[in-house]
Nanobody
Framework: QVQLVESGGGLVQAGGSLRLSCAAS????????MGWFRQAPGKEREFVAV????????SYGVSVKGRFTISRDNAKNTVYLQMNSLKPEDTAVYYC????????????????WGQGTQVTVSS
């Protein structure tokens, strides 16, 4: 199993940037596909980005493509989400997720989740 802890959320003005981090436990971090999802009040959990075990493949949700970048540093057991050109509609709790066998944009595919970190973008 793996434990995930997100950090880096906060309050930022529209047009600004934030970098979220997700620190994972264990020595087998590179075996996991890692995803970012977000959930706004009254909304279902939404796919943001996913990166493969090797880091060689990435995919993004349509609402963030071109603005967000997912990356990973296996030496630090950490996955990142660089968020640029933030909009008020990006306001949500952002969750890190991990799965050893699936590379997916569906939240039901992931077995492990962090507790989430709040991102608030003001207009």
């Amino acid at each position: 199993q793996v434990q995930l802890v997100e950090s880096g959320g906060g309050l930022v003005q529209a047009g600004g940037s934030l970098r979220l981090s997700c620190a994972a436990s264990g020595r087998t971090f590179s075996r996991y596909n890692m995803g970012w999802f977000r959930q706004a009040p009254g909304k279902e959990r939404e796919f943001v980005a996913v990166i493969s075990q090797s880091g060689g493949s990435t995919s993004y949700g349509v609402s963030v493509k071109g603005r967000f970048t997912i990356s990973r540093d296996n030496a630090k057991n950490t996955v990142y989400l660089q968020m640029n050109s933030l909009k008020p509609e990006d306001t949500a709790v952002y969750y890190c997720a991990a799965d050893p066998s699936r590379y997916s944009g569906s939240p039901v595919a992931y077995n492990y989740w962090g507790q989430g970190t709040q991102v608030t973008v003001s207009s």
